[in-house]
């Protein structure tokens, strides 16, 4: 093989890895069902009558934590509950501009239908939920490798949310139970620098030179978690917890 055969075969294979590692990055993920390991938990709990179901009362998920909204853990919250069968939701966080105006105009006569004819279902418990913490980087870890000039990187993160829930028995206000849950956040990280170097290590080995038009390719990449995500895991977790609390007695 020429020598100016050997520098093209090197400069078109370092270019190919470039494109390829660029076109990698650029994929979108398709939008699909929520498919995580808790989400299913939730789908496997046996479902119960509406009339078997424990009427429960949610007002505002409250949070500690600046990352953290209460605004859409609120809604998160509610919707697990749905999802696991075992609960009637009553939304409180809502009331007043919502349900309350349905009442009102109805009472005054600018609405029809039932909304005033009927007074609002009462709960037999209040889960009273907060995000309580958020431990960054309780671990990380980061390696360092490298051959010929080549330098590969790479390292961990793990941050860790927690959620606390009260169950509060209605009638009088006594918290009768809770559910603490503690999620983790996995991260990780990767560095690619020095392919010209290498190329240049080994040709030099054997006894060539190489071209200085020789493609370099230097690529960084991470993943983390989404918070949101995580949060959501942490809930529906928490609410798995809830419903084995209230799961109907051995016949």
């Keep these: 093989m020429s020598r100016a055969l050997a520098r093209r075969r090197l400069c078109l294979g370092a270019g190919l890895a470039t494109a390829g590692i660029l076109v990698g990055c650029g994929a979108a993920p398709r939008a699909q069902e929520d498919a995580s390991p808790t989400h299913q938990a939730l789908k496997r709990?046996?479902?119960?009558?509406?009339?078997?179901?424990?009427?429960?009362?949610?007002?505002?998920?409250t949070s500690a934590l600046p990352e953290l909204p209460a605004r859409g853990s609120t809604e998160m919250f509610k919707t697990a509950l749905v999802?696991?069968?075992?609960?009637?939701?009553?939304?409180?966080?809502r009331l007043a501009g919502s349900v309350m105006v349905e009442k009102q105009l109805a009472a005054t006569g600018q609405a029809r239908g039932r909304a005033n004819d009927q007074a609002l279902?009462?709960?037999?418990?209040?889960?009273?939920?907060?995000?309580?913490?958020?431990?960054?980087?309780?671990?990380?870890?980061?390696?360092?490798?490298g051959v010929g000039g080549l330098l590969l990187g790479g390292g961990s993160n793990r941050d860790e949310l927690g959620l606390d829930i009260q169950i509060?028995?209605?009638?009088?206000?006594?918290?009768?139970?809770?559910?603490?849950?503690r999620k983790a956040l996995?991260?990780?990280s990767l560095q690619v620098s020095?392919?010209?170097a290498l190329v240049s290590t080994v040709?030099?080995?054997?006894?060539?030179?190489?071209?200085?038009?020789?493609?370099?390719?230097?690529?960084?990449?991470?993943?983390?978690?989404?918070?949101d995500a995580a949060l959501r895991e942490a809930i529906e977790e928490g609410v798995r917890l809830l419903a084995e609390r209230f799961a109907p007695p051995p016949n």
């Design 194 to 196: 020095g392919v010209a």
């Design 121 to 145: 279902r009462g709960a037999e418990y209040l889960f009273q939920a907060e995000l309580s913490e958020v431990n960054a980087s309780a671990r990380q870890s980061a390696t360092t490798l």
């Design 186 to 188: 996995q991260g990780g």
């Design 83 to 93: 999802k696991s069968g075992r609960f009637r939701v009553l939304d409180r966080s």
């Design 203 to 227: 040709m030099a080995q054997r006894g060539k030179t190489v071209s200085p038009y020789t493609p370099d390719v230097q690529h960084s990449s991470s993943r983390k978690q989404s918070l």
């Design 45 to 61: 709990l046996p479902r119960r009558s509406a009339e078997a179901r424990v009427a429960v009362a949610l007002y505002e998920v």
């Design 168 to 181: 509060v028995e209605a009638a009088t206000g006594e918290v009768v139970d809770a559910v603490n849950v």
